[in-house]
């Protein structure tokens, strides 16, 4: 089984600031199967990124994924306070699928 | 547009078993897998499996091989999953999820809370 493990777990980032949230793999993946979900409180998961670097259908531009093998990071360019949320990795390159563990991300 | 309507939340007794639906609109229904997803209060989310709608075939994660079962209806767009000898340990939300085999998972349900209490 791939473990996707994220860092940081937690964080709390100020309006306009730039994030940056890693996954790292416990084995290498193709680009094309590791994928972002953003979920809020109350909400099911929403497609963020697929395929490390596609911005999915109405998603701000200011979000962006890259990373190779087993090193993958999101980026929010400047952060803002509708991005308070959780943030998951997945991958789909084995099975079973898995999911990192996730990145609550608040304002300060 | 894309939906999955996914069925009403479940109190079910310990040792008892659940069948929940997803009914899918806006889209060829045979086109896509359908994903199913747990995540169990304030977790991370758990592939439980998922299903081709044109030929039936599954894939599981083996953890949840003999719990779950997924199935599909053609003739009304819906996808099944069913929860069997339910323990505290299956209380969580499922999420039903569209998307291609391995690709990503690019609609979702709005989720089915089951809580297993006698």
């Known amino acids: 089984e791939i473990v996707l493990t994220q860092s940081p777990t937690t964080m709390a980032a100020s309006p306009g600031e730039k994030i940056t949230i890693t996954c790292s793999a416990s084995?290498?993946?193709?680009?094309?199967?590791l994928h972002w979900y953003q979920q809020k409180p109350g909400f099911s998961p929403k497609l963020l990124i697929y395929?490390?670097?596609n911005l999915a259908s109405g998603v701000p531009a200011r979000f962006s994924g890259s990373g190779s093998g087993t090193s993958y990071s999101l980026t929010i360019g400047t952060m803002e306070a509708e991005d308070v949320a959780t943030y998951y990795c997945q991958q789909g390159s084995s099975i079973p699928r898995t999911f990192g563990s996730g990145t609550k991300l608040e304002i300060k | 547009e894309v939906q999955l309507q996914q069925s009403g939340p479940e109190l079910v007794k310990p040792g008892a078993s659940v069948k929940m639906s997803c009914k899918a609109s806006g889209y060829t229904f045979t086109d896509y897998y359908m994903k199913w997803v747990k995540q169990s209060h304030g977790k991370s989310l758990e592939w439980i499996g998922d299903?081709?709608?044109?030929?039936?075939?599954?894939s599981y994660n083996q953890k949840f091989k003999g719990k779950a079962t997924l199935t599909v209806d053609k003739s009304s767009s819906t996808a099944y999953m069913q929860l069997n000898s339910l323990t505290s340990e299956d209380s969580a939300v499922y999420y039903c999820?569209?998307?291609?085999?391995?690709?990503?998972?690019?609609?979702w349900g709005q989720g089915t809370s089951v809580t297993v209490s006698s």
């Open positions: 395929r490390t670097s």
């Open positions: 299903i081709n709608p044109n030929n039936g075939g599954t």
């Open positions: 084995s290498s993946i193709s680009s094309n199967y």
């Open positions: 999820a569209r998307g291609e085999r391995t690709d990503a998972m690019d609609y």
